[in-house]
C-alpha cells in the first residue's frame, strides 16, 4: 500500500483502529524536545506544561510534523505522569497536562493523522532492582494512561524503556483503563543488542506480544543501521506490527551546540532497509525535524509491505534475559523440580520461616546442573503462599535467567507469582475441574502466560490414555474461549505409579503418543511417581524416561542432579537422532576419564575465601554475613578478605559484565552482597582498613533530569565501601563545588544523559579547578564519550557504574 492511500484510508478511519490498519505503513513525526527547545523552552523546564503556557508552540510542532507526512502524531506527554512531575512540583496536574496534550494533537491532527498518547519511564528501577514497587509503577501508568484515554488517545504508545519490568506495568496499566485502544511498546536497546537491564528483542517480543501489546518496536538510543537487526529479530520473534523510531545517527557536542550528524536524506534513506526488516510503523526519535520524516516518507513512498509468514505456533517461554522453547524438533527441556517442599521437611522448614537460602540456592544449581525451566512451588501448610510466591519469584528472576513455572492450586498466589515475574512464565497446573478453568485461564491471557495442561477431571484421574486426551482436549478448548492459542500448552501425561497399577507405564507412552498425534503440542511430566514404593527407583527411573522420550516427551520434569537420568537422556539422544551419529554421546564418554569440577559446587565446599568469592558472584546476600564471621574465626585478616574474596569477585564480575555474560540485575546483587560483607567487618573492626574507600560526590548536571544510571553508579560504589553523596539531579554547579570542598572528596562523579546539558560538565570541572578542589572528576552518562572527556579535562570517563568503580578505585590507590 502506498503512503497516499495509506493516509486516504486513516482520513476514513480516524475516529477509530481497525485491526487491517494495524497492519499498513504508518509515519510517526519525530522529536519533540528538541523542538520545544527552539519553541521556548528553558533548559531544565517541565517539556509538559508546555501544553498549558504555550499550547501555540505544540500544535505548531504537530502540524509541521503532519506537513512532513506523519500519519501518527505523539502528544507531549512523555513525561506527564505523576513519578516524572513530581520533580517540577506539578505531580497533581497529571490530568490536566495530559488532557491539554491530547486537545492539542487532535486539534492539529484533524481528519489528516492519528493521535498517540505517549508514556514514558519513570525513571526509576523496580524493585529488587530499585526503590520502586511495582504497584506503585503500575498506578503511575494507569493514572496517566486514564486521563489520555479519556481525553481520546487513538494509541498508547509506551516508549524508551530500558526495563521489561516497567514495561509490563506499563502495558498491564493501559489495558486495564482501555482495552480497545491498540497499545504500542517500545523498549530503548544498547548497541550490545540489549536493554540496560539484560532484555534481548526475542524476549522482549515474547513477553509482549503475549500481553496482547499490539505493536512491539524499538526507538531512540542508536541511529537506524543499528536498528536494522533488531526489528529483524523482532518481526521473527512474533506476528504483531512492528515499530521503530531511530534516532538521527548519535548525538555530538560541536562548540557547545548538540548535533545529530545523520541528515535527512541520509536518514530517510534507511527507511525501507527498515520496512524491508519487518517495520511497518516508521519514525523519528532524539535529532530527527520535520526535514527527516518528510525524507522518510518520500523513500517509503511506493514502497510494499513486507511480506511476513505467520510464524509456526512453537512453546516459548523468557526470562528477563533469555527464551527458550519447547517443541518436538528441538532438543529436549530439562525442567528443575527441586524448589518444590513436599517430602522435604528442611526445605518446608526454611519456607515457614520466611527463609529463601535454599530456594536460591537450588535454583542456582539446577541451571548449572542442566536445569533450562524452573519449576517453583512454595507449598508450605500455614504459610502466606502469596507473599511467600512473590518473592521466591522476584528472587529467582534475580539470580538466574532461566524462565519459570509457577507451580501452586492457589490463584492468590498464581496471580502473585506472574505479576511480579519479568517475563512470559509457566502456570503449573491447569485441570479440567471447573475452578481451575475459571480461576486461571483469566490470569494466563492477563499476564501472557503458558499453561501447562494436567488431564484431572472432576472424577479425578482418567485410567485411559483415551479418557486423558479427552480431558486435555476439554482444557484446550476452554483455554481458546478465553483467548489462548496454539503455542500456549504443554500437556502433561499423567504419571501413576506401577506398583499400584500394572498398566500405569503403557497408558503413559500411549497418551504421550496420542497428544503428539492428534494435538501437536509438547508434553511433559513429573517422572519419580511411576517407581514409587518399588526397589532401585533410579533404575525404574531412567528406564522408564527413555521409553518416554521415545514415545514423545519433550520436557520431563525431574531432577537434573540424577545421573542416571542424565546418562538415559543423553544415551536416548543417540539412539532417537537427536545426537546424530551419537558424537555428543561420545565426546561426553570420552571425558568421564577426566577428572572435572563438579557440576554444581556449594560454597561449602570451598576454602573460606573463594567461598567469600564465590557467595558475592552468586548474590548470596544470607551466607556472606556468615561466611566474612567464619574467616575472622580461622584467622584471615580483613584486608586478605576484602582482597582476595570482595574485589576478587568484583573484578570477575566486571569482566562478565563487561562481556555480556552478566546484566544489570546480577550486578546489582552482587554489589548488596557485598556491601552486606563489608558492613559485618566494619562492625567487627571498626578501625580496619575496610573503613570508606573514599568520598565520591555524585550528581547529575543543571538542567538535565535523568538519574537512572547516576542511582546505579552510585549503589554500586556504596556497595563497594565508598561513602558517596547523592546530591540528585539537575544540580547547579556551585552546589557540587561547594560540597566537594566541605567534604573534601576524593572523586567528583558528573551525569548528563542529554547533549544539551553536557556543557555544564565544562562548567563545573572549571569552577571546581578554580577553587582549588582536590577531587578527580569522573563523567559520564548516554551522550557522554571518551572523546568528550578528554576535550572538557575529565580525569576519567566511565560508560557504565561497574567501570566508574574499577577506576574509582585506581583514582584512590586501593585498585
Aim: net charge negative; proline share 5%.
Amino acid at each position: 500500500m502506498s503512503i497516499e492511500s495509506l493516509s486516504k484510508n486513516i482520513r476514513n478511519h480516524v475516529s477509530g483502529t481497525t485491526l487491517e490498519e494495524l497492519a499498513m505503513i504508518h509515519i510517526f513525526d519525530g522529536a519533540m524536545g528538541t523542538m520545544l527547545q527552539a519553541g521556548g523552552l528553558e533548559a531544565g523546564g517541565c517539556p509538559e506544561l508546555m501544553n498549558i503556557d504555550h499550547p501555540e508552540v505544540v500544535r505548531h510542532i504537530h502540524e509541521a510534523y503532519i506537513e512532513a507526512g506523519a500519519t501518527i502524531i505523539e502528544t507531549n506527554t512523555f513525561g506527564a505522569s505523576r513519578l516524572k512531575l513530581d520533580h517540577y512540583g506539578l505531580e497533581d496536574r497529571v490530568e490536566e497536562l495530559n488532557t491539554a496534550a491530547v486537545r492539542i494533537a487532535k486539534e492539529a491532527a484533524g481528519t489528516r493523522a492519528k493521535v498517540a498518547g505517549s508514556m514514558g519511564p519513570t525513571g526509576r528501577f523496580i524493585s529488587p532492582l530499585g526503590d520502586l514497587d511495582f504497584e506503585e509503577a503500575y498506578a503511575c501508568f494507569k493514572e496517566q494512561a486514564s486521563a489520555l484515554a479519556k481525553a481520546g488517545v487513538d494509541f498508547f504508545i509506551i516508549e524508551t524503556c530500558i526495563d521489561i519490568q516497567e514495561m509490563r506495568a506499563a502495558l498491564l496499566a493501559s489495558k486495564e483503563v482501555a482495552p480497545a485502544i491498540p497499545v504500542i511498546c517500545q523498549l530503548t536497546y544498547s548497541d550490545d543488542g540489549r536493554t540496560v537491564t539484560g532484555t534481548d528483542p526475542q524476549s522482549a517480543a515474547i513477553i509482549l506480544s503475549h500481553m496482547g501489546a499490539d505493536i512491539i518496536g524499538v526507538n531512540c538510543s542508536l541511529g537506524p543501521e543499528q536498528l536494522v537487526p533488531i526489528v529483524k529479530t523482532l518481526a521473527a520473534s512474533c506476528d504483531c506490527p512492528i515499530s521503530v523510531q531511530p534516532n538521527a545517527g548519535m548525538p555530538q557536542l560541536v562548540d557547545g551546540v548538540t548535533h545529530f550528524p545523520m541528515g535527512p536524506e541520509d536518514f530517510g534513506s534507511w527507511g525501507p532497509k527498515l520496512l524491508a526488516a519487518g517495520a511497518t510503523y516508521l519514525g523519528g526519535c532524539c535529532g530527527t525535524t520535520p526535514a527527516h520524516i518528510r525524507a522518510l516518507r518520500a523513500a517509503l513512498e511506493g514502497q510494499a509491505e513486507p511480506v511476513r509468514e505467520p510464524l509456526p505456533k512453537r512453546l516459548w517461554l523468557a526470562s528477563r534475559s533469555r527464551s527458550v522453547c519447547v517443541d518436538k524438533d528441538l532438543p529436549t527441556v530439562l525442567i528443575g523440580e527441586r524448589i518444590n517442599p513436599t517430602g522435604r521437611k528442611k526445605l518446608a522448614a526454611e519456607i515457614r520461616e520466611g527463609s529463601l537460602l535454599s530456594v536460591k540456592k537450588e535454583a542456582v544449581n539446577q541451571v548449572k546442573a542442566g536445569a533450562r525451566l524452573l519449576d517453583v512451588n512454595m507449598g508450605v501448610a500455614g504459610i502466606d503462599a502469596t507473599k511467600a510466591m512473590k518473592q521466591a519469584v522476584t528472587e529467582i528472576a534475580q539470580l538466574t535467567d532461566a524462565p519459570l513455572a509457577i507451580d501452586t492450586s492457589d490463584a492468590a498466589a498464581l496471580e502473585a507469582g506472574l505479576r511480579a515475574y519479568p517475563g512470559r512464565a509457566l502456570i503449573n497446573s491447569v485441570t479440567a475441574e471447573d475452578d481451575r478453568i475459571r480461576d486461571f485461564l483469566p490470569l494466563a491471557k492477563k499476564y501472557g502466560a503458558a499453561i501447562l495442561c494436567l488431564p484431572i477431571t472432576e472424577d479425578g484421574v482418567p485410567k485411559t490414555a483415551e479418557d486423558r486426551l479427552k480431558a486435555i482436549e476439554y482444557i484446550v478448548g476452554k483455554a481458546k474461549e478465553n483467548g489462548l492459542n496454539d503455542g500456549d500448552f504443554l500437556l502433561d501425561a499423567l504419571v501413576m505409579t506401577v506398583s499400584a497399577d500394572k498398566n500405569a507405564c503403557r497408558e503413559v507412552l500411549k497418551t504421550l503418543q496420542l497428544y503428539r498425534q492428534r494435538l501437536g503440542y509438547p508434553s511433559t511430566m513429573g517422572l519419580s511417581n511411576i517407581s514409587f514404593g518399588l526397589p532401585n527407583r533410579p533404575l525404574i527411573n531412567s528406564t522408564f524416561f527413555a521409553m518416554c522420550l521415545a514415545a514423545g516427551l519433550d520436557a520431563p520434569i525431574m531432577n537434573p542432579y540424577d545421573e542416571s537420568m542424565q546418562k538415559a537422556l543423553k544415551a536416548s539422544a543417540a539412539l532417537l537422532g537427536d545426537d546424530p551419529c551419537g558424537l555428543a554421546f561420545s565426546q561426553d564418554e570420552a571425558n568421564l576419564a577426566v577428572p572435572k569440577k563438579a557440576a554444581v559446587m556449594k560454597t561449602t565446599d570451598l576454602p573460606i575465601l573463594d567461598a567469600i568469592k564465590q557467595a558475592v558472584i552468586e548474590g548470596e546476600k544470607d551466607v556472606i554475613v556468615g561466611l566474612v564471621v567464619q574467616a575472622l574465626q580461622e584467622g584471615k585478616s580483613s584486608n586478605e578478605i576484602t582482597e582476595k574474596g570482595l574485589t576478587a569477585a568484583m573484578t570477575e564480575i566486571g569482566e562478565d559484565f563487561g562481556s555480556g555474560r552478566m546484566f544489570l540485575p546480577q550486578v546489582l546483587l552482587s554489589a548488596e552482597t557485598m556491601r552486606a560483607a563489608f558492613d559485618k567487618l566494619k562492625e567487627l573492626i571498626p578501625a580496619s582498613a575496610e573503613a570508606d574507600k573514599g568520598t565520591f560526590v555524585i550528581a547529575t548536571v543543571k538542567g538535565d533530569v535523568h538519574d537512572l544510571g547516576k542511582n546505579i553508579t552510585g549503589a554500586l560504589l556504596a556497595n563497594s565501601g565508598f561513602k558517596v553523596i547523592d546530591l540528585g539531579k539537575d544540580v547547579e554547579a556551585d552546589t557540587i563545588v561547594e560540597t566537594a570542598l566541605e567534604q573534601n572528596a576524593d572523586v567528583v562523579g558528573l551525569a548528563a544523559l542529554m547533549t544539551t546539558t553536557m556543557p555544564q560538565i565544562d562548567k563545573v570541572i572549571d569552577k571546581l579547578r578554580r577553587a582549588g578542589a582536590r577531587a578527580k572528576v569522573m563523567i559520564g552518562g548516554a551522550a557522554v564519550t571518551q572523546d568528550y572527556a578528554d576535550s572538557c579535562g575529565a580525569d576519567a570517563y566511565a560508560a557504565d557504574g561497574v567501570k566508574a568503580v574499577k577506576l574509582a578505585k585506581q583514582i584512590v590507590g586501593v585498585e
